[in-house]
């Protein structure tokens, strides 16, 4: 293909061409305003059709955040909520039983279970979420728990992480979320959230889902207070646990979600003054993203956060996935996101056929859904290009 008047890109877009490895300084040039945008979608979009194809992948699934309520105080947080304040809640069986009864009635594959870390609440209230919904709508995948819900499990119970994993395992949980990553690196990490599990407790978590089976989504929140440093340290300590995983024989991360950080209502946005990241940073994150971890299959494009128009048009940047109907999400709305709170099917494959990808159906696990009039079967493991 000619080459762009540019010439920036020429050593890593050789790279780029012959399959190589991104090196830490790489990662740092593609983040420079000097590089330009249209190109540096150009290369991440060789590596996402050589490793997807032209497929623009989405599922239909529901969030389920049980509480609000919750002992950290994390400055970026909108959601949290104090015990006594008027918007905390706390569901009990009877409404955690409705949404699972919801979510089945419209046809979802997944429930994507996060929420606050009550500090009335015992550790089998957490495992009754999962149990509750797996024994009563076993055909919901049950995505739950970030490291940081895990780690606090482990210090409700006095148990070791990989003990937590398998009796949330053993109660129906099928993957972990990718969620309370934030920014690893402790300059930031000490700054914006710094009582709740550190690096080093997140990569354990992930670890021992790993070696126990279970899949899991990995997470970067940018555009606060941290600088392109931190972002490719973040990468790279990813792609640095997915070789471990590899060469251990396991699967590990299928996701990587760039998330943008919202500033409204948080304390961190309010005293900083921080503006949200452009639609032109977002499709930055995205590239360098797809560029930088060539160990991990899927970038999703999470419209909830950045817009339904900028995940569009991630289909294009990098991003292969552009996540699923998503009813019910909180988190993001609480911070400020003016995206609408659910978002039909047919909505999802309009968007990414405009994009010019073949909208494919799947299930949390990456398997192809297959829907009939007598309703939706598991299709095939759906391959990807090493």
Same mark, same amino acid.
């Given at each position: 293909?000619?080459?762009?008047?540019?010439?920036?890109?020429? @050593?890593i877009?050789?790279?780029?061409?012959a399959?190589?490895?991104?090196? %830490?300084?790489?990662?740092?040039?593609?983040?420079?305003?000097?590089?330009?945008?249209?190109?540096?979608?150009?290369?991440?979009?060789?590596v996402?059709?050589?490793?997807?194809?032209?497929?623009?992948?989405?599922?239909?699934?529901?969030?389920?955040?049980?509480?609000?309520?919750?002992?950290?105080?994390?400055? %970026?947080?909108?959601?949290?909520?104090?015990?006594?304040?008027?918007?905390g809640?706390?569901?009990?069986?009877?409404?955690?039983?409705?949404?699972?009864?919801?979510?089945?009635?419209?046809?979802?594959?997944e429930m994507?279970?996060?929420?606050?870390?009550?500090?009335?609440?015992?550790?089998?209230?957490?495992?009754?979420?999962?149990?509750?919904?797996?024994?009563?709508?076993?055909?919901?995948?049950?995505?739950?728990?970030?490291?940081?819900?895990i780690?606090?499990?482990?210090?409700?119970?006095?148990? @070791?992480i990989?003990?937590?994993?398998?009796?949330?395992k053993?109660?129906?949980?099928?993957?972990?979320?990718?969620?309370?990553?934030?920014? %690893?690196? @402790?300059?930031?990490?000490?700054?914006?959230?710094?009582?709740?599990?550190?690096s080093?407790?997140? %990569?354990?978590?992930?670890?021992?889902?790993?070696?126990?089976?279970?899949?899991?989504?990995?997470?970067?929140?940018?555009?606060?207070?941290?600088?392109?440093?931190?972002?490719?340290?973040?990468?790279?300590?990813?792609?640095?646990?997915?070789?471990?995983?590899?060469?251990?024989?396991?699967?590990?991360?299928?996701?990587?979600?760039?998330?943008?950080?919202?500033?409204?209502?948080?304390?961190?946005?309010?005293?900083?003054?921080?503006?949200?990241?452009?639609?032109?940073?977002?499709?930055?994150?995205?590239a360098?993203?797809?560029?930088?971890?060539?160990?991990?299959?899927?970038?999703?494009?999470?419209?909830?956060?950045?817009?339904?128009?900028t995940?569009q048009?991630?289909?294009?940047?990098?991003?292969?996935?552009?996540?699923?109907?998503?009813?019910?999400?909180l988190?993001?709305?609480?911070a400020?996101?003016?995206?609408?709170?659910?978002?039909?099917?047919?909505?999802?494959?309009r968007?990414?056929?405009?994009a010019g990808?073949? @909208?494919?159906?799947?299930?949390?696990?990456?398997?192809?859904?297959?829907r009939?009039?007598?309703?939706?079967k598991?299709?095939?493991?759906?391959?990807?290009?090493?």
């Open positions: 293909m000619p080459r762009p008047s540019s010439d920036i890109l020429a @050593p877009r050789d790279k780029v061409e399959g190589e490895r991104l090196t %830490f300084d790489d990662g740092l040039l593609l983040e420079s305003p000097e590089v330009p945008l249209p190109e540096l979608g150009e290369l991440a979009n060789i996402r059709e050589r490793k997807n194809g032209n497929a623009g992948y989405y599922n239909i699934n529901t969030h389920l955040n049980a509480t609000n309520i919750c002992v950290y105080r994390c400055t %970026f947080c909108a959601f949290r909520s104090d015990l006594r304040d008027a918007k809640y706390w569901m009990q069986d009877e409404e955690i039983l409705k949404r699972g009864a919801e979510a089945t009635e419209n046809g979802c594959t994507h279970i996060v929420g606050g870390l009550h500090h009335q609440a015992k550790y089998d209230w957490y495992r009754k979420v999962v149990s509750l919904l797996h024994d009563n709508y076993p055909s919901l995948h049950l995505k739950a728990w970030t490291p940081v819900e780690d606090w499990f482990a210090r409700l119970t006095k148990k @070791p990989r003990w937590v994993l398998e009796d949330q053993e109660a129906g949980l099928g993957s972990l979320p990718g969620g309370g990553a934030e920014i %690893f690196h @402790p300059e930031i990490r000490g700054q914006i959230c710094e009582h709740k599990a550190d080093s407790r997140w %990569f354990e978590t992930h670890r021992e889902a790993h070696r126990l089976g279970l899949r899991s989504n990995c997470t970067m929140l940018y555009g606060h207070i941290e600088q392109p440093y931190h972002r490719i340290d973040h990468l790279i300590r990813l792609r640095d646990h997915q070789d471990a995983m590899n060469a251990e024989g396991h699967a590990g991360f299928q996701t990587y979600i760039p998330l943008a950080f919202h500033p409204e209502n948080n304390k961190l946005g309010e005293e900083r003054k921080i503006k949200k990241p452009s639609a032109l940073m977002d499709l930055r994150q995205m360098i993203a797809r560029l930088m971890l060539d160990n991990i299959d899927h970038i999703k494009a999470y419209w909830i956060m950045l817009g339904v128009g995940a048009l991630s289909l294009a940047y990098g991003a292969d996935d552009i996540d699923g109907t998503v009813r019910h999400e988190i993001y709305h609480d400020g996101a003016t995206t609408p709170e659910v978002m039909s099917v047919e909505q999802i494959q968007l990414i056929r405009e990808r073949e @909208p494919i159906e799947r299930d949390t696990l990456y398997r192809r859904v297959d009939g009039a007598e309703g939706w598991l299709g095939e493991k759906i391959a990807v290009n090493a």
